[in-house]
C-alpha cells in the first residue's frame, strides 16, 4: 500500500510560475495544461488548444519531452531563437517544469 502512494506521488508534477504573482498548481503527469490553466490560476493564455494559433507561447524550464514535429514547425515560426520555447497546450507533462509566458 505504501508503494503505491509513493506511485502516486512520483506522477505528481508542480507547475511553477516564476517572476510572476501565481502559486504553483500541482497536476497528475500527462495531464493537458490547457484544461487546468486558466487566465485566474496562471499567467498563461490560451486560444485554440490545438497547438495553431500560438497564444499559449511559453519558455519552459524542466526536462519534458521534446515538441512534435508540428509544433517544432510553429515554434521555429513563432521563436526561433528561444531553444526553450513550447507551446503550453502541446506540452507532455511528465515532471515539476516552470513557465514563463513569451510575447509574440
Ligand atoms: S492555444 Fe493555440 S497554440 Fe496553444
Partial sequence: MEEFGLNIM??????S???????SITLPAHENLS???TIQNSPVLFGCRTGICGTCLVEVIGEIPPPE???LEMLNTLAPNIFNARLACQLDLT???EI???EQ
Fill in 10 to 15: 512520483s506522477n505528481l508534477c508542480t507547475v
Fill in 17 to 23: 510560475f516564476p517572476g510572476s504573482d501565481y502559486p
Fill in 35 to 37: 484544461e487546468h490553466l
Fill in 69 to 71: 514535429l508540428d509544433e
Fill in 95 to 97: 515532471t515539476n517544469i
Fill in 100 to 102: 514563463g509566458r513569451l
